[in-house]
């Protein structure tokens, strides 16, 4: 006698990372990884990187 | 695992990293005149004339950049006995070149010409502003994210309505 959980494939861990809100909101949080160490960070070779972008912007008044 | 872990150290070592990174030339001191980024700078007083030409005259106020010669701002005024005074918020953490000249306004020349170098204090941006800003960025690309889905799922539903199978072979 064999049983076969169909459903347990279904709703397993992988799936659920595949869904698209899940995604997007990966996505999400990327995007704001590299926003802040673009725009924000004080770490000094990305500081200087994007020195000039960071003036084209006009979006961040102070450094 | 270690891919967590890396991410972790990775996001702690930004965030944590609280240098300030100053523009090229902005810590070299000996300047006339102080300020601070994104709070008015006054520069008041009075350039003496010699009599020459006739009152009221042209004020010019000049800002420049020194790190890259660019040209911040450009203003004009009057004054009938040579006193100026002019307020102005600095966008840079550099050091600034700030030139008031006195303008015979019949013959455009320049009469007295005073030159400051004016050291601009860059500071680290407050928490506040940091994180108006990022919200406000991943505001619009999330708009942007649920425009793209809508539109998506839109075209789906219009083909399907119409019969269209293109996944049918």
């Not at chain 2, 990775?10 to 300020?35: E, P």
């Not at chain 2, 420049?64 to 005074?85: C, V």
């Not at chain 2, 800003?133 to 942007?144: E, M, N």
């Amino acid at each position: 006698m064999s049983h076969k959980f169909e459903h347990a494939k279904k709703y397993n861990v992988k799936n659920m990372f595949l869904s698209l809100p899940v995604q997007l909101s990966a996505v999400l949080f990327l995007a704001g990884i590299v926003i802040y160490t673009t725009l924000f960070s004080g770490y000094a070779p990305v500081h200087d990187a994007v020195h000039e972008l960071r003036h084209a912007l006009m979006f961040i008044p102070c450094h | 695992m270690r891919f967590r872990i890396m991410l972790l150290f990775t996001i702690l070592f930004i965030t944590l990293t609280k240098t300030v990174v100053f523009a090229h030339g902005s810590n070299q001191g000996g300047s006339d005149h102080h300020a601070r980024v994104g709070e008015l700078a006054n520069f008041e007083g009075k350039l003496e004339t010699t009599g020459e030409g006739k009152s009221p005259y042209e004020v010019q106020f000049h800002a420049l950049r020194l790190e890259d010669g660019a040209e911040i701002l450009s203003i004009k005024s009057n004054s009938t006995d040579g006193s100026y005074k002019f307020a102005m918020q600095f966008f840079d953490g550099a050091e600034h070149q700030v030139s008031i000249a006195l303008i015979n306004p019949a013959t455009k020349s320049v009469l007295v010409e005073k030159k400051l170098s004016v050291e601009v204090e860059g500071f680290h941006p407050p928490f506040a502003v940091k994180f108006k800003t990022l919200a406000f960025l991943l505001f619009v690309i999330a708009f942007g994210m649920v425009v793209g889905v809508s539109v998506s799922r839109w075209g789906k539903t219009k083909r399907n309505w119409k019969g269209d199978h293109p996944h049918v072979a």
